[in-house]
């Protein structure tokens, strides 16, 4: 029951990793969900309160449910318990890192530079990567190669939600508009290597390039929410990148 509660979760809180997930074949699907359904939780509980002090402790709860789970204990928790039946040591550590990157929507400051922003939007999104590789069993010598996907992936996900953070009056940047730096960072990102997909783990970022490429070309479409959902080229490059895995 656990399991569909994982499910219910990630359809809802976040369609495109939930896709990604029901691409794969049931036993990696058993790995995925888990853990971006706490991915999920762990994104909200900043948002669900305004006070810092209660949000602080939010994110506090699962970071000792994550240090539980490394000491072969488990919290009642449907979501806690289905991810310490596939969470490695490896992985809890990733996901505590990207606990810690969440601090960001406490306090909401702006970014001081694009090189800090990168590092945060990776620091997210290598937490469920690298629990969902390391989960499957596919995690790779090369980390770095996987750092520069959590960079392409990340910024993807973090441009397509600028325009929300404007209408709440949370700064991107620490000083004037910047619109022209997210064609620098998509730039800087597209340089990157990243690693073949060649594991259900990394089906997620099989439109992230895309999306950077369109920003690339596109700055202005950042901050007045236009970005293309890419629906059919997405679903299509899912199903491709799902196919290879498989």
Request: aromatic share 6%.
């Amino acid at each position: 029951m656990s399991l569909q509660a994982c499910a219910n979760l990630v359809a809802r809180a976040d369609p495109e990793r939930f896709a990604a997930a029901m691409s794969a074949r049931l036993q990696a699907r058993n790995v995925l969900l888990p853990i971006y359904a706490a991915a999920a939780e762990v994104s909200r509980a900043p948002w669900m309160t305004k006070e810092p002090v209660i949000a602080e402790m939010r994110l506090q709860w699962w970071r000792d449910a994550l240090d539980e789970i490394k000491e072969g204990k488990c919290r009642r928790h449907e979501i806690v318990d289905a991810l310490a039946q596939v969470l490695t040591l490896k992985g809890a550590e990733a996901l505590d890192k990207m606990i810690l990157a969440r601090r960001w929507d406490i306090y909401k400051q702006g970014f001081e530079s694009p090189e800090v922003l990168l590092e945060h939007v990776r620091d997210i999104t290598l937490g469920p990567l690298i629990a969902a590789l390391d989960g499957l069993g596919h995690l790779p010598n090369d980390i770095k190669a996987v750092e520069n996907l959590a960079k392409q992936v990340g910024l993807a996900r973090f441009l397509r939600g600028v325009s929300t953070l404007i209408e709440l009056k949370v700064p991107v940047w620490s000083s004037d508009n910047k619109v022209l730096i997210y064609s620098d960072l998509c730039k800087e990102a597209l340089s990157l290597s990243s690693p073949e997909i060649t594991s259900p783990a990394l089906i997620e970022s099989a439109n992230c390039k895309r999306v950077l490429r369109f920003v690339l070309r596109n700055p202005g479409s950042v901050e007045i929410g236009a970005i293309p959902a890419f629906p059919i080229t997405q679903a299509f490059s899912r199903m491709l990148v799902a196919w290879r895995c498989n």
